[in-house]
């Protein structure tokens, strides 16, 4: 258990680094959030292709070989990686690393309700007061307390909005097709795709960008600090502690990119910002932390015998 939990909070360490880095690049090295995700996402999918070439052979790919997968890769591919990057990137672009993470946050509730519907049961009654506190925190966030006060932009509200989805398809498309394919043979094609459909649609003019050491150096962190490492690390922790104790060692995330924005980057937070993000966290612990199964009651013991006999 201790060595998935430091597993799973250095991936969300190097998460938390990745957000700050990338705003960084926004606001000095005139990168725009179209520029970084096309070439992150392709340098990262090329690098996964050649990794799966190699193990597998001509079965590399194979997820986007049978017209049955199409749909739900993609959903997975477009409607969720690939949103949940970009409008993750925009919304730091538009705020800062700690709101856009917290913000895309909001899909668990999303996931929550897209399972009670395809499920048809409702939602545990946990949820509900989760959902108020995560409102109330937000509350907190959006308007630092002044209901006649928006503290952060509709751009930013925008952006949020849609890395919460795209957070919601990321975690939900891939579910069927996990059963039968490797993380990577789905994440690979995924990430290829999103990054040329980005390019082809966005055409964003990379010369415009500072291309100096610092830039270079940042690009690279976001390709392999922000993505490869922690991505292992995280599957290798999450192996070892399981799913949900995972995801909600994997909230740290938020906490260490207030913490690098704070001390690294001078960021300055109010008392309502701290309150509004502590609430949020609390609201996502809520969900994630399992109930408590009531136990079975024992039949009579005549029935027992009965039963044996």
């Given at each position: 258990?201790?060595?998935?939990?430091?597993?799973?909070?250095?991936?969300?360490?190097?998460?938390?680094?990745?957000?700050?880095v990338?705003?960084?690049i926004?606001?000095?090295?005139?990168?725009?959030?179209?520029?970084?995700?096309?070439?992150?996402?392709?340098?990262?999918g090329?690098?996964?292709?050649?990794?799966?070439?190699?193990?597998?052979?001509?079965?590399?790919?194979?997820?986007?070989?049978?017209?049955e997968?199409?749909?739900?890769?993609?959903?997975?591919?477009?409607?969720?990686?690939?949103?949940?990057?970009?409008?993750?990137?925009?919304?730091?672009?538009?705020?800062?690393?700690?709101?856009?993470?917290?913000?895309?946050?909001?899909g668990?509730?999303?996931?929550?309700?897209?399972?009670?519907?395809?499920?048809?049961?409702?939602?545990?009654?946990?949820?509900?007061p989760?959902?108020?506190?995560?409102?109330?925190?937000?509350?907190?966030?959006?308007?630092?307390?002044?209901?006649?006060?928006?503290?952060?932009?509709?751009?930013?509200?925008?952006?949020?909005a849609?890395?919460?989805?795209?957070?919601?398809?990321?975690?939900?498309?891939?579910?069927?097709?996990?059963?039968?394919?490797?993380?990577?043979?789905?994440?690979?094609?995924?990430?290829?795709?999103?990054?040329?459909?980005?390019?082809?649609?966005?055409?964003?003019?990379?010369?415009?960008?500072?291309?100096?050491?610092?830039?270079?150096?940042?690009?690279a962190?976001?390709?392999?600090?922000?993505?490869?490492?922690?991505?292992w690390?995280?599957?290798?922790?999450?192996?070892?502690?399981?799913?949900?104790?995972?995801?909600?060692?994997?909230?740290?995330?938020?906490?260490?990119?207030?913490?690098?924005?704070?001390?690294?980057?001078?960021?300055?937070?109010?008392?309502?910002?701290?309150?509004?993000?502590?609430?949020?966290?609390?609201?996502?612990?809520?969900?994630?932390?399992?109930?408590?199964?009531?136990?079975?009651?024992?039949?009579?013991?005549?029935?027992?015998?009965?039963?044996?006999?």
């Amino acid at each position: 258990m201790l060595k998935g939990f430091l597993l799973i909070a250095s991936a969300a360490l190097f998460w938390a680094f990745n957000g700050n880095v990338g705003g960084f690049i926004f606001e000095y090295k005139n990168f725009t959030p179209e520029i970084l995700v096309s070439v992150r996402l392709i340098a990262v999918g090329i690098f996964i292709f050649l990794l799966d070439l190699k193990r597998s052979g001509r079965y590399a790919f194979r997820v986007v070989r049978k017209r049955e997968n199409i749909p739900s890769f993609l959903l997975y591919a477009l409607g969720g990686l690939t949103l949940m990057q970009y409008s993750y990137f925009c919304s730091v672009a538009t705020s800062n690393a700690p709101t856009a993470t917290l913000m895309q946050y909001g899909g668990l509730f999303l996931i929550v309700a897209v399972v009670a519907i395809q499920t048809k049961t409702p939602p545990k009654f946990k949820i509900y007061p989760a959902l108020a506190i995560c409102s109330l925190g937000l509350f907190f966030m959006v308007t630092g307390g002044d209901i006649h006060s928006l503290k952060i932009s509709k751009e930013t509200l925008f952006w949020g909005a849609l890395s919460a989805v795209g957070f919601m398809n990321f975690n939900v498309a891939p579910t069927g097709l996990s059963k039968t394919y490797r993380s990577m043979e789905i994440m690979g094609p995924s990430m290829l795709l999103g990054g040329v459909l980005l390019a082809l649609i966005a055409r964003p003019d990379y010369s415009s960008a500072i291309w100096d050491l610092q830039s270079v150096a940042s690009v690279a962190y976001c390709v392999i600090g922000g993505t490869l490492i922690p991505f292992w690390l995280f599957l290798e922790g999450a192996h070892l502690t399981g799913p949900t104790l995972s995801s909600v060692f994997n909230l740290m995330e938020a906490v260490f990119s207030t913490i690098v924005a704070v001390f690294i980057y001078g960021l300055s937070f109010t008392s309502t910002d701290f309150l509004g993000m502590a609430l949020i966290l609390i609201a996502v612990l809520i969900i994630s932390f399992p109930e408590k199964k009531k136990p079975e009651k024992r039949k009579p013991l005549k029935e027992r015998v009965r039963e044996n006999l």
